[in-house]
């Protein structure tokens, strides 16, 4: 999944995020669930994964595809309105938008580079001055890990199948100790959201516990905890003599490459 972190670790705005003029915000709109969803409203995931990504991209809704274990059929892909985030950010107190810079790696996902770069331009449809800064994924995660950035470009991927892993790893309020929210760039912090999910990971029912997974998806989806854009579709070729094994985790493995049945 390549998604987006908002950094909501302070009540003042965070780095890179300010007025038109340059000057400091008052408060940090990150932390506006409106400001959140009008970001989120505002981006045509669709023209990213057909123009961009050459339609080897799904529009997401979650932090998995809905055919993963504790994934929502309730929860579909937001649907580009950049009329309907021109209100939600007057209603948040920026009828005339506020500026910021999107940060992200230039050589780690497919065309991460060019999904920022599309994402700033729907932004100032919507009044958002956005500018884009990209850098060597060696560079740019280690910034963003240390709340450097504002508006963080990022990518995310399951190796347990469930999506109760990645919500705890990349939502729950940050609890290093605790195991909890060790990804969560963005800080965002909802202490109902980690009340279910602390109770889903340790119902040992599958059923329950996949329904309750769902229920936690959905508080912290609907409240736009972080940007969901799309799931990369991971394509491998190779000579027609052999066949490979594609692997959710996007690695190339020598032992998953085998001869083709003749």
């Not at 995931?45 to 059929?73: C, H, W, Y």
């Not at 992200?104 to 001055?129: C, E, H, L």
């Not at 199948?161 to 965002?188: C, F, I, W």
């Amino acid at each position: 999944m390549i998604y987006v972190h908002l950094n909501q670790s302070t009540e003042k705005a965070p780095p890179y995020v300010t007025g038109k003029d340059g000057k400091p915000l008052d408060r940090n709109p990150f932390r506006d669930p409106r400001v959140r969803k009008a970001l989120s409203i505002s981006i045509n995931r669709d023209a990213i994964a057909d123009r961009i990504m050459e339609k080897k991209a799904v529009p997401a809704a979650q932090l998995l595809p809905d055919f993963f274990f504790g994934t929502s059929k309730k929860l579909k892909p937001a649907k580009y309105d950049p009329e309907g985030a021109k209100k939600l950010l007057a209603e948040a107190g920026y009828p005339n938008g506020f500026a910021l810079t999107i940060h992200g790696p230039n050589n780690r996902y497919i065309n991460d580079d060019k999904i920022a770069q599309a994402i700033a331009q729907f932004y100032s449809r919507i009044g958002i001055d956005a500018k884009v800064e990209t850098q060597p994924s060696s560079v740019y995660f280690t910034k963003a890990t240390k709340l450097e950035y504002g508006y963080m470009l990022l990518g995310w991927g399951t190796e347990s199948g469930e999506q109760g892993s990645s919500l705890r790893s990349l939502l729950a309020t940050y609890d290093p100790a605790k195991g909890m929210g060790v990804t969560n760039r963005g800080r965002y912090s909802n202490p109902a959201f980690d009340k279910m999910l602390a109770e889903a990971l340790v119902t040992m029912d599958d059923k329950k516990r996949e329904v309750m997974i769902q229920q936690a998806a959905e508080t912290a989806m609907n409240d736009t905890a972080l940007i969901p854009i799309h799931y990369e579709v991971s394509t491998w070729a190779t000579a027609k003599a052999f066949k490979y094994t594609p692997r959710t985790d996007q690695y190339t493995l020598a032992a998953e490459l085998h001869p083709a049945a003749r």
